[in-house]
């Protein structure tokens, strides 16, 4: 009998193990710091975490607990529970942030914003932080949150292939064109060679309307408030960028698919544009094979401002009601986006530091010495438009392929750009349209 | 050999291969992934891809994503929660399909169509309502608070239901009458003659809940609370690729759903749709 009754004593004895209901000290602060840093960056955020309780904290009595809660999404799935079951006893002090969780953060009811907290701390100079990361956690005109982590995309090529086929590296569309003349048509493997490969999607399509001073979709690209239309239609920013697309097309310059790290790796593409933080994993995986050349994101044509949006994610604050933890809050925040603090973290991920006297560190210095590459997100990032926005719609996935297919039936049937552009308008208006109504 | 018999081993080959084929397609990519355990972030991007790893002595990914995650620790919380939800499903499971098989009371079709209509809900639903819950209890951050949400299943209550409605009534009515009482009924003769049938729940139901994550990461706060799939998440990597130590991860948290297998598929029931109810 005794065995059959042990899993119901084993249930009681978990029930009285004490929760996460610890009573907080008086005078010594413990702040909870929730991040979705994995892999090298998740050591990374302990040692700093460890190195803050040791100075800092140490002087002014905060411990850190850093505890990691996932991916991104997973995170704002918990934030989103805790803010609907009203258990704001659960929220963190400081808690690591992606585009997935701005909206809940600033909801919340429990928000001690990052303009809050410069407003309680006029000494802080803000102007050392990146101004086109810090617009990109703005939501209705407030700065939510301290950027931690900040990529972008930029222009990656095969600068022994242009080398050797007499060409400088592509800034524009027609640049691309130019490029694809001169290269062979066969690389040393015997495989076809192309000089650019990409099917526009959202993101893509935000970066090349914004370097035109459009936004895809109106309310900022969905930054200010929900999307309800679309805004690069009456501006002819669509119409511009389509135009300069076909004709990279038509010149058989651009390849109506995916081009991929692989194909590139491969020597059987040129041109490659992907996220800055890859850097490291592309110079692994070519390995010598050819030089890796790196530069801005191409522009739409020579009118066209440089630039590409930011991605990655901040640091937030809570309200927890205690005066003391929102100033040991700060504390943690701008020692996480302190110079020293960015530097080591950009020479160890690839992110870009949002710091810029962070580029001023003998660390940063070493990395970008040593691979020149790693600076051109931090000095595209620099001069790309504070206002261009990534962007936020409801039916993020069905906007994602429409686009997709609009622009790939454009090259493939051969339709007009401006057949196109009345097309995706329907399609694209439709689905945002749809998911109002059906969100009201 | 007569032609029918020929006809009959033919057709026995015929199922045996297509079972064999079957088999193959679904144990593939697991194959796929624990050699992948073995191969250097090299051997990972070669093109055309490779199946064997270069040498299974290349051990460096497990012990890079032993450096990363106290996976020890973390099995050992994973190991806690898969047992305890297992056993008191199990225990729920068996008593209310008893009373669903043997007794006779009001309402009892539509109480078991209420049981039914629970495993109409999508987990995700009940994810804020439980959590509500959890943390009302204040279980937040413990095994119990991991493991109470899975007290509870469906799947199991049908299952054994449908199992215990192949016992003949008149041998408990006869066991009545000698004077054995329900519970003893209950253990003396019906649960050893459905062993086959409650060691599969078992290991069907441990496998779910040792997978489980979005919950336990939902109810836990501290990294000594984590359960071995959080783990598999602190070694991925959002910028870049590190499918080899993802893999050693993996590779290790299939451990004991292996080893539970192997244990135990002398007792799992042959003809069980297993694969078609999982939940």
């Known amino acids: ?440 | 050999m007569s032609g029918m018999k020929r006809r009959q081993l033919w057709g026995g080959i015929a199922v045996q291969a297509a079972a064999l084929a079957l088999g193959l397609v679904i144990i593939f990519p697991i194959v796929y992934g624990i050699l992948g355990a073995f191969k250097s972030p090299a051997e990972f991007s070669a093109y055309p891809p490779t199946f064997w790893p270069e040498s299974f002595a290349y051990t460096r990914n497990f012990r890079d994503a032993f450096a990363r995650v106290p996976f020890l620790r973390f099995g050992f919380n994973s190991l806690v929660v898969a047992f305890i939800g297992t056993v008191m499903r199990l225990l729920f499971a068996v008593l209310a399909a008893f009373a669903f098989a043997f007794y006779d009371f009001r309402c009892k079709n539509a109480l078991f169509l209420a049981v039914l209509a629970t495993m109409m809900l999508p987990g995700d639903t009940l994810l804020v309502t439980n959590f509500l819950t959890v943390s009302r209890l204040r279980l937040l951050d413990s095994y119990l608070g991991m493991a109470i949400t899975s007290f509870v299943g469906a799947t199991q209550m049908f299952m054994l239901r449908q199992s215990f409605l192949t016992f003949p009534r008149e041998l408990k009515d006869a066991g009545q009458v000698d004077g054995c009482g329900d519970l003893r009924f209950l253990a003396t003769v019906l649960l050893p003659m459905s062993k086959p049938v409650l060691v599969t729940l078992f290991v069907q139901s441990f496998v779910t809940l040792w997978n489980a994550y979005l919950w336990p990461l939902l109810v836990t706060n501290s990294n000594h609370m984590r359960t071995i799939q959080v783990g598999i998440t602190m070694i991925t990597s959002f910028e870049d690729t590190n499918y080899h130590l993802v893999l050693a991860g993996v590779a290790l948290s299939l451990l004991p759903s292996f080893l539970l297998f192997i244990l135990l598929r002398r007792n799992i029931q042959r003809n069980m749709t297993g694969g078609a109810l999982v939940g």
């Not at chain 1, 602060?29 to 994995?38: C, G, P, Q, T």
């Not at chain 1, 904290?57 to 991916?71: H, P």
């Not at chain 1, 994101?297 to 930011?310: E, I, L, M």
């Not at chain 1, 206002?387 to 719609?393: A, E, L």
Request: hydrophobic share 45%; glycine share 8%; with cysteine.
């Open chain 1, 1 to 440: 009998m005794l065995k059959r009754m042990l899993p119901l004593l084993l249930v009681a004895a978990m029930a009285l193990t004490p929760g996460a209901y610890a009573q907080e000290p008086a005078q010594p602060v413990s702040l909870l710091f929730w991040h979705s840093m994995s892999d090298e960056a998740g050591v990374l955020v302990d040692k700093f975490v460890t190195q803050f309780n040791a100075t800092i904290g140490k002087d002014r009595q905060i411990s850190v607990e850093a505890v990691f809660q996932g991916q991104y999404s997973d995170a704002t799935t918990k934030l989103n529970s805790i803010l609907t079951a009203e258990d704001y006893a659960q929220l963190p002090d400081v808690m690591n942030l992606d585009a997935t969780g701005k909206v809940a953060y600033f909801n919340s009811g429990r928000a001690w914003t990052l303009d809050d907290a410069l407003a309680a701390d006029p000494g802080y100079d803000i102007s050392q932080i990146l101004p086109i990361t810090l617009s990109n956690w703005e939501f209705s005109g407030v700065r939510l949150g301290m950027p931690f982590a900040a990529s972008t995309t930029i222009m990656f090529y095969n600068k022994t292939m242009l080398d050797e086929a007499g060409a400088m590296a592509p800034e524009t569309f027609q640049d691309i064109i130019s490029l694809s003349e001169k290269l062979p048509e066969k690389s040393a493997g015997g495989l076809d060679v192309l000089a650019y490969s990409v099917v526009p999607n959202t993101p893509t399509l935000a970066n090349w309307l914004g370097q035109l001073g459009s936004y895809v979709v109106n309310n900022k690209n969905g930054s200010e408030a929900m999307a309800t239309g679309l805004e690069c239609l009456e501006n002819g920013a669509l119409e511009t960028f389509l135009t300069e697309w076909k004709a990279m097309y038509d010149a058989g310059a651009l390849t109506n698919a995916a081009g991929t790290t692989d194909q590139f790796v491969a020597g059987q593409l040129a041109v490659l544009t992907t996220s800055s933080s890859n850097v490291t994993s592309l110079l692994e995986k070519i390995g010598g094979a050819f030089e890796l050349g790196a530069g801005f994101y191409p522009r739409v044509n020579a009118q066209a401002s440089d630039g590409a949006t930011v991605s990655g994610s901040c640091v937030v604050m809570f309200d927890k009601q205690d005066e003391a933890r929102k100033a040991a809050a700060w504390e943690l925040v701008k020692y996480l986006a302190s110079p020293e603090v960015q530097a080591e973290f950009a020479a160890a991920t690839g992110y870009v530091p949002v710091n810029t006297a962070a580029q001023e560190m003998a660390e940063y210095k070493a990395l970008v010495a040593g691979t020149p590459q790693y600076a051109v997100a931090g000095e595209q990032l620099a001069i790309t438009p504070a206002d261009m926005k990534s962007v936020t719609v409801g039916p993020a996935k069905d906007f994602y392929y429409a686009i997709q297919d609009n622009i790939a039936m454009m090259l493939d049937e051969g339709l007009s750009v401006a057949e196109t552009v009345e097309m995706m308008a329907d399609d694209l208006q439709g689905l945002l349209y749809q998911y109002e109504q059906a969100n009201k």
